[in-house]
């Protein structure tokens, strides 16, 4: 659960952070999607590091959701009989409580979604492959803003999934003393408000007519 | 003051349980909250009906006997307060009060509010000790002991097994309460020889036994009445981790 879920944080930075890309225009952002694929040649085949990447995505994808499986399954069969009486949540991660279990749902619903539109333009107006911009800018249009409206709310769930699980990562990991889990949380919520903040921008300043 | 009750009662391992209403009058507010059931089990076997059957002992905050889920919350309320010394001031004329067992599969219920613990027992005997010569006690600086990893063992073997933190967990994780063990273990140098085979013992003794995996909510340390912190967890897998690795 820990590593798969550091590694998937690290893709969410990458990935944050070439969305960027689109700031910079058309030919650019369009560069930048085909630098991706070449990376390696001609001394490897085309799209081969792309791909090398894409399986260790999936693995770590795939880890991290059995995880889950196994840890909610075992939480079930640790408390069979519910308690009549509920107070809310005051640990630590209280948010975690309530929103780790469905925000992950949220997040896995919206990447399918995302791969349809994005990665295999199934949703998308735009087909042609090669150009990653023009889908950006067509899926975020002013018209079809519902899109954009669910982008933002599966970022408003990946935050808090980001904000608990960075910091619930380098707990079981690391197991740091008082002091340094206290600094892992600051950070756990700064790279998590960053990496939501960073994806973000882009379909706000699309549907906004920012960039177009 | 008046208080009006619903408690779990059922009557034996085997059969159904369920939420039983009862009012009671004139509740001092100087009784312990174990005062105050103790005065409700007077009422109803003078009644002829069964007392309710809870847990406890010392009554002064040091043997982890006590339990109850009040209003939700392990030992009530009151941080850092076991049942026994949770007083009835806390309360308010007229409040209803929900009083429920622990929950979790591991603790199962044996009769109204009391549940078996033994599972805690089982983990302790898979590595919560240390194998020491018998005999005459030694001397108490014979080994030397830095103060702060002395201060940090006491503070970790402040936990009295109460199980709270399982109660608290949303996974039903016994983490919090190993986690102490280990870290008291751990810090001490009489506690190196058996570090690894310790810490490997006692979770899979926790695994065994039913208890959730933790997914660090913090909800155990919030409801610990010994004010065990998260930093006992952080020890505890990193104990793990390096002793998984040399067995590996
Ligand atoms: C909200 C802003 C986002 C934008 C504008 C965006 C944009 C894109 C684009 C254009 C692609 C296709 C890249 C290509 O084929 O060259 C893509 C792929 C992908 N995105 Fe996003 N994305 C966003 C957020 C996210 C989030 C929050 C996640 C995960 C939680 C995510 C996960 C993925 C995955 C798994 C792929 C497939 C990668 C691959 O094909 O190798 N994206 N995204
Ligand atoms: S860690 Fe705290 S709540 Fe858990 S058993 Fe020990 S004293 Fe009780
Ligand atoms: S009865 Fe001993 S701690 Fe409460």
Known sequence: MAVSGILLVLFLVAHMAGNLHVFEGREEMNEYAHGLRTLGEPLLPHESILWILRIGLIACAVVHIWSAVVLTRRALQARPVRYASKKPAKGESRHAVATMRWGAIVVFLFIIWHLLDLTFRTVNPVKDVPDAYGAVIATFSPERWPVTVFYLLALFALFFHLRHGIWSAVQTIAGPDTKWRKRTQAIGLFVALIIVLGFAIVPISVTFGLVN | ?248
């Open chain 2, 1 to 248: 003051m008046k208080l009006s009750l619903r408690i779990w009662r059922q009557p034996d391992a085997q059969a159904p349980g369920e939420m039983v209403s009862y009012e009671i009058d004139e509740v001092s507010e100087d009784a312990s909250f174990l005062e105050m059931l103790d005065v409700l089990n007077e009422r109803l076997i003078s009644e002829g009906d069964d007392p309710v059957a809870f847990d406890h002992d010392c009554r002064e905050g040091i043997c982890g006997a006590c339990s109850l889920v009040i209003d939700g919350q392990p030992h009530g309320p009151q941080a850092a307060t076991t049942t026994c010394q949770l007083h009835m001031r806390k309360f308010k004329d007229g409040d209803s009060i929900d009083i429920e067992p622990y929950r979790a599969g591991a603790f199962p219920v044996i009769k109204d509010l009391v549940v078996d613990r033994s599972a805690f027992d089982r983990i302790i005997q898979a590595g919560g000790y240390i194998s020491a010569p018998t005999g005459t006690a030694p001397d108490a600086h014979a080994v030397p002991i830095p103060k702060q990893d002395a201060d940090a063992a006491f503070s970790a073997a402040a936990c009295i097994g109460c199980g709270a933190c399982v109660a608290a967990c949303p996974n039903g994780s016994g983490m919090l309460f190993m986690g102490a063990k280990v870290t008291h273990l751990s810090l001490m140098p009489q506690g190196q020889p058996e570090r690894a085979t310790r810490v490997l013992g006692m979770v899979a003794a926790h695994d065994d036994a039913g208890f959730g995996g933790c997914t660090n909510t913090g909800e155990c340390a919030a409801a610990c009445p010994k004010e065990i912190g998260l930093d006992v967890i952080g020890k505890l897998n990193r104990d793990f981790r390096k002793a998984a690795v040399r067995a590996a």
